[in-house]
């Protein structure tokens, strides 16, 4: 009977153990596409309006700029994405930004996803609008150094021109 004791304390000991293994910190976890996409939906629903810009910050948070009414705000969102930190009213945004935004198909947490899938490998550093031939595209930029550009108007990854 004692040789049945041992085997099961260890499996009822293995849930804990790999629980425990598969925890990060929040200021060293990637920009997952879960975390991004979660961080941009907060911010949008606390501010009212279109993420337009965003950042992660060294210590893990991110920084969200949304536009509402014309204006951007500011939003320092958990590492998480799950909770507003601060926010503070910026100001005006760009003309051709807000336009892009106004005439868009695809948001940015779509961009995101789309990104992702294309990518295949790391985490999300930064997203934004940026110009490709003209036209306005979602830069979606991965902590290896990798962008990958996703079309405002479709959300079809636009073929690199460099």
Do not use: Y
Request: charged share 25%; net charge negative; glycine share 10%.
């Amino acid at each position: 009977m004692a040789s049945l004791r041992l085997p099961f304390a260890i499996l009822a000991a293995a849930p804990l153990a790999l629980g425990l293994t598969s925890c990060t910190s929040p200021a060293t976890s990637s920009g997952s596409s879960e975390t991004v996409v979660s961080a941009v939906v907060r911010a949008e629903s606390d501010a009212g309006g279109r993420a337009f810009d965003l950042d992660r910050e060294d210590d893990g948070t991110w920084e969200v700029q949304v536009v509402t009414n014309g204006r951007a705000a500011d939003l320092r969102i958990s590492a998480d994405g799950g909770e507003v930190l601060s926010r503070k009213d910026a100001d005006t945004v760009d003309t051709e930004d807000r336009d892009a935004l106004e005439n868009a198909g695809t948001t940015m947490a779509d961009a995101v996803r789309t990104a992702v899938a294309a990518h295949r490998g790391g985490g999300i550093d930064e997203v934004e609008i940026d110009r490709t031939s003209g036209e306005p595209v979602w830069k979606v930029s991965f902590d290896a150094g990798a962008d990958i550009t996703i079309s405002l108007a479709d959300g079809s990854v636009v073929p690199s021109t460099e």
